[in-house]
């Protein structure tokens, strides 16, 4: 017997802890403009510690893909037990996970990282994001994690390396940007459309950005100073990059607590069709 009429196409269905976050809203929005169906809980509907509220929300969504996105920079149980949870849940239900990495998993060496390097965490944040890696990949071994690197937002809604600047060229708070630690900005609505992509199209329905698994960098292709970054950053909110107090990070008295240069190679997420613009 034949069928007449049409088929009814049912929308995606997308989780996304952390959505209201300075990422997470670009991912939401994103997502809802390719017409995916997005759930994305506060923090105080969902707490990531919770493995049973969790799992009881992704069993009742049904989602085709997680994007986890939630932490506190100093609070390493929601870090390391969260991202735990997430991939735990995310492995049993069978559904596509992206995690949201960092380059501070790194210390610092002269030639870009690979994501084959091994980490080598500086300061208590690096450590953590390390050891969250580490539960998300024993726990989901085909979750994808996304290392990425300072994010920067368009004029009207900055990032926290352009707050910084906006605060030190003001007089607002001191703030010493380093001569020596180097890292790859990016433009956070471009690292959204790459975990966007990254999330789509799961069960061997995609190309070959679906199929990835385990880190994937994916920065900018410029490898910038912090004073650098600011410098450019002041001159492009129309502020005086001369007002920005600059030092190497043994003359500010830190040196071996931050990480130095670390440059993300991102060849290997450029060969999938993501990348991230020039600052």
């Given at each position: 017997?034949?069928?007449?009429?049409?088929?009814?196409?049912?929308?995606?269905?997308?989780?996304?802890?952390?959505?209201?976050?300075?990422?997470?809203?670009?991912?939401?929005?994103?997502?809802?403009?390719?017409?995916?169906?997005?759930?994305?809980?506060?923090?105080?509907?969902?707490?990531?510690?919770?493995?049973?509220?969790?799992?009881?929300?992704?069993?009742?969504?049904?989602?085709?893909?997680?994007?986890?996105?939630?932490?506190?920079?100093?609070?390493?149980?929601?870090?390391?037990?969260?991202?735990?949870?997430?991939?735990?849940?995310?492995?049993?239900?069978?559904?596509?996970?992206?995690?949201?990495?960092?380059?501070?998993?790194?210390g610092g060496q002269e030639v870009p990282y690979v994501e084959a390097d091994p980490p080598g965490p500086v300061g208590a944040y690096g450590i953590a994001k390390t050891a969250a890696e580490a539960a998300v990949s024993a726990a989901a071994p085909d979750a994808v994690l996304v290392r990425t690197s300072q994010l920067l937002g368009e004029p009207d809604d900055l990032g926290q390396p352009q707050l910084d600047v906006?605060?030190?060229?003001?007089?607002?708070?001191?703030?010493?940007?380093?001569?020596?630690?180097?890292?790859?900005?990016?433009?956070?609505?471009?690292?959204?459309?790459?975990?966007?992509?990254?999330?789509?199209?799961?069960?061997?329905?995609?190309?070959?950005?679906?199929?990835?698994?385990?880190?994937?960098?994916?920065?900018?292709?410029?490898?910038?100073?912090?004073?650098?970054?600011?410098?450019?950053?002041?001159?492009?909110?129309?502020?005086?990059?001369?007002?920005?107090?600059?030092?190497?990070?043994?003359?500010?008295?830190?040196?071996?607590?931050?990480?130095?240069?670390?440059?993300?190679?991102?060849?290997?997420?450029?060969?999938?069709?993501?990348?991230?613009?020039?600052?």
């Amino acid at each position: 017997m034949g069928t007449t009429g049409y088929v009814r196409r049912v929308a995606r269905r997308l989780v996304v802890t952390g959505g209201a976050g300075f990422l997470g809203r670009r991912v939401c929005g994103l997502a809802a403009g390719e017409g995916w169906e997005v759930v994305a809980p506060s923090s105080a509907e969902l707490d990531v510690r919770d493995l049973a509220g969790l799992t009881d929300l992704v069993r009742s969504v049904r989602p085709d893909a997680l994007v986890h996105l939630a932490y506190r920079r100093a609070e390493r149980d929601i870090i390391v037990d969260g991202s735990r949870n997430v991939a735990s849940v995310a492995a049993t239900t069978g559904v596509r996970l992206v995690h949201l990495s960092t380059d501070m998993v790194f210390g610092g060496q002269e030639v870009p990282y690979v994501e084959a390097d091994p980490p080598g965490p500086v300061g208590a944040y690096g450590i953590a994001k390390t050891a969250a890696e580490a539960a998300v990949s024993a726990a989901a071994p085909d979750a994808v994690l996304v290392r990425t690197s300072q994010l920067l937002g368009e004029p009207d809604d900055l990032g926290q390396p352009q707050l910084d600047v906006v605060a030190a060229a003001t007089g607002d708070q001191p703030f010493t940007f380093f001569t020596d630690e180097f890292r790859c900005p990016a433009l956070a609505i471009d690292v959204a459309r790459g975990v966007l992509a990254l999330a789509r199209d799961t069960a061997g329905r995609a190309g070959a950005a679906a199929a990835v698994s385990g880190p994937l960098h994916l920065a900018g292709p410029e490898a910038l100073s912090r004073i650098e970054l600011a410098r450019r950053i002041a001159r492009q909110l129309g502020l005086d990059p001369d007002r920005l107090v600059s030092a190497s990070q043994a003359d500010a008295g830190v040196a071996g607590t931050r990480p130095g240069r670390v440059v993300l190679d991102s060849s290997a997420a450029a060969a999938l069709g993501l990348t991230c613009r020039p600052v």
